[in-house]
């Protein structure tokens, strides 16, 4: 078992910056990530981790503005965003599971957390 909870979304404008966090306890996983969902659209993957050796992997729609990090420490994941859009908006989750090649395959994370909502006005 895996327990997410999610800090620090909000409201700010378009180009400035805010950073989440993901408190992470219970069993490891082999990948942690940061996904993002409008309502009524899909579950959209943003950012993962390889916990074996803390690669990070973007999506081409951040790459660039966001930063991903891992503090093994504070079993904390962080998602530093930058340069925010009004396209950023969305409800952002933390997630873990067992990932294959393709590292922000939905259906690869089996836990998640409760979410922080994003708001990006222009």
């Known amino acids: 078992q895996v327990q997410l909870s999610e800090h620090g979304g909000g409201s700010v404008q378009a180009g400035g910056s805010l950073r989440l966090s993901c408190a992470a306890s219970g069993d490891s996983r082999s990948c942690i990530a940061w996904f993002r969902q409008v309502a009524g659209q899909e579950r959209e993957g943003v950012a993962a981790i390889r916990t074996a050796d803390d690669s990070p992997y973007y999506s081409n729609s951040v790459n660039g503005r966001f930063t991903i990090a891992l503090d093994n420490a504070k079993n904390t994941l962080y998602l530093q965003m930058n340069r925010l859009k009004p396209e950023d908006t969305a409800m952002y989750y933390c997630?873990?599971?067992?990932?294959?090649?393709?590292?922000?395959?939905?259906?690869?994370?089996?836990?998640w957390g409760q979410g922080t909502q994003v708001t990006v006005s222009s």
């Open positions: 997630a873990a599971g067992w990932c294959g090649d393709t590292v922000l395959a939905l259906a690869d994370y089996k836990y």
